[in-house]
């Protein structure tokens, strides 16, 4: 199984709704992430977490928070988003694996979660 | 200013014909770098990945090039096809503690029949 599973596909919500993103990978990676992505743009990192802890956040505002309850699954929760938070928000996981002339990584993406804020 | 630079742009070439995409990056220390292929609206997909001793990986029609010394890649498509179409994305690892993956703004390739 290669494979992480984001859900909803698509999501619309109002400015005061809460709402939470899921992510789930069953490869045994230890390294999880959120990206958001805008229309035309790459992704742009938002939290990273490493062994169930956060160690990156990309200065996020506290309307997105992310939680990793445990090695398999990512949450991101939202409340009050504003119109601009739609896009695309995509999970991948990864994991190191020593290789001949370094750290291979294999790192894999979710199909993503369109979000639209109305 | 963003650490993995891409270009062209974009890029629009013909069926059959190849084409070649660059990456510069200035993300230290380096660990590994990754090219994707992302449709519109889907989540990328690997097409490579390559370590510091790595000079060339192919993958198909894709060929893979990593110059560590000067902080660049290429990607080169052989013999386009219109499946190609999708924006290509170098993304580079980082040899730190934080799992940290950097993303360039990719290349959109069109491929015309």
């Known amino acids: 199984d290669t494979e992480v599973t984001q859900t909803p596909k698509h999501l619309v919500m109002g400015m005061t709704n809460k709402k939470s993103l899921k992510c789930e990978q069953h490869?045994?990676?230890?390294?999880m992430y959120w990206y958001k992505q805008k229309a035309k743009k790459p992704p742009e990192l938002m939290f990273v977490?490493?062994?169930?802890?956060?160690?990156i956040n990309e200065s996020v505002p506290s309307r997105f928070s992310p939680e990793c309850p445990n090695s398999s699954l990512l949450n991101l929760h939202l409340h009050a988003l504003q119109p601009e938070d739609s896009a695309l928000y995509l999970c991948?996981?990864?994991?190191?694996?020593?290789?001949?002339?370094?750290?291979?990584?294999?790192?894999?993406f979710g199909q993503g979660t369109r979000l639209t804020v109305v | 200013k963003n650490q993995v630079e891409q270009s062209p742009q974009s890029l629009i070439i013909l069926e059959g014909k190849n084409c070649t995409l660059q990456?510069?990056?200035?993300?230290?220390?380096?660990?590994?770098l990754r090219w994707y292929k992302q449709d519109t609206g889907r989540g990328p997909v690997s097409l490579t990945i390559m370590t510091f001793s790595e000079n060339t990986k192919s993958n198909g029609r894709y060929t893979a090039t990593l110059d560590a010394d000067t902080k660049q890649s290429s990607l080169h498509i052989t013999a386009s096809q219109l499946s190609d179409s999708a924006s290509y994305i170098c993304?580079?690892?980082?040899?730190?503690?934080?799992?940290?993956?950097?993303f360039g703004a990719g290349t959109r390739l069109t491929v015309k029949p």
């Open positions: 490869m045994g990676h230890r390294a």
């Open positions: 991948a996981s990864s994991q190191e694996r020593k290789g001949v002339g370094g750290l291979n990584t294999e790192a894999f």
């Open positions: 990456c510069n990056y200035t993300v230290s220390p380096f660990s590994n």
């Open positions: 993304v580079v690892r980082s040899d730190s503690h934080n799992n940290d993956m950097r």
């Open positions: 977490y490493s062994y169930e802890k956060l160690s």
